[in-house]
């Protein structure tokens, strides 16, 4: 059947068109996403008390890590569960991931490199982030090794995931995305940026913060030294 993805030629068996108006799915989506990240937003303020002050930045850090958790279990999830029959479904997930594959066909055709770092992100990625929102919310000690931890490890999987995609086109002449402005610049590089920029400002802050923690420790063994 007839499919509108890159290369041209390729094989998405079982093809089935979207059958919901992108401007009902998306806004449905959309809610979705709102929902999560105002919950952790409010969550993370309700869970301060009188001896700590929550931070602007402990609010956008649980809000952020609530969406990514959101979407590494429930929305990769359903493509990892689904990945050799999901060109054929039309759930709303299913929608939403052919609509962003016109953008990058390797998730229609179980890729392997995808399929692999989709099953980290599943497994890994998207648990340690709900256990970092915790952290933040809990005002618990290890909040900043976990962040980093999940940082690092967004940071590692887009850059893989645009080299790749690079090397391909630079080397073998194979694109996977459609040339069209809001296929390549929106959703491929658009919508993958923020873990290519979020990262580095939320490692800055543990950086900031582990430095101050171990700068006011030697102080303080400073000090009992000289008493």
């Known amino acids: 059947m007839d499919h509108p993805y890159y290369p041209l030629g390729v094989s998405i068996p079982n093809y089935r068109p979207n059958d919901l108006p992108l401007s ?23 869970a301060s008390d009188s001896r700590r002050r929550v931070r602007p ?11 990514c958790g959101f979407l590494h279990i429930a929305f990769e999830g359903y493509y990892i569960l689904h990945r050799t029959d999901i060109s054929g479904k039309n759930t709303l997930f299913a929608q939403l991931w052919k609509e962003y594959t016109l953008s990058d066909s390797r998730y229609l055709t179980s890729d392997i490199f995808t399929v692999c770092v989709e099953t ?9 982030s709900l256990i970092t929102l915790l952290c933040i919310c809990t005002n618990h000690p290890s909040r900043h090794l976990f962040q980093i931890v999940v940082c690092v490890a967004h940071l590692y999987g887009v850059a893989l995931y645009y080299a790749t995609n690079w090397a391909e086109q630079r080397f073998h002449s194979v694109s996977y995305s459609r ?16 873990w290519a920029v979020v990262p580095f ?27």
Do not use: M
Request: hydrophobic share 50%; aromatic share 20%; net charge neutral.
């Open 120 to 128: 980290i992100t599943v497994f890994a990625w998207g648990p340690l």
């Open 57 to 67: 930045v402990d609010r956008f850090a649980a809000s952020w890590f609530a969406l």
């Open 201 to 227: 400002f939320l490692l800055a802050d543990s950086y900031s913060r582990i430095v101050t923690a171990f700068r006011t420790l030697h102080e303080k063994e400073s000090q009992q030294k000289n008493e």
């Open 24 to 46: 009902r799915s998306l806004p449905i989506f959309g809610t979705l996403i709102g929902a999560v990240v105002l919950s952790a937003y409010l969550l993370a303020g309700s």
């Open 179 to 194: 040339p069209e402005f809001l296929y390549f610049w929106v959703y491929y590089v658009g919508f993958n940026a923020p």
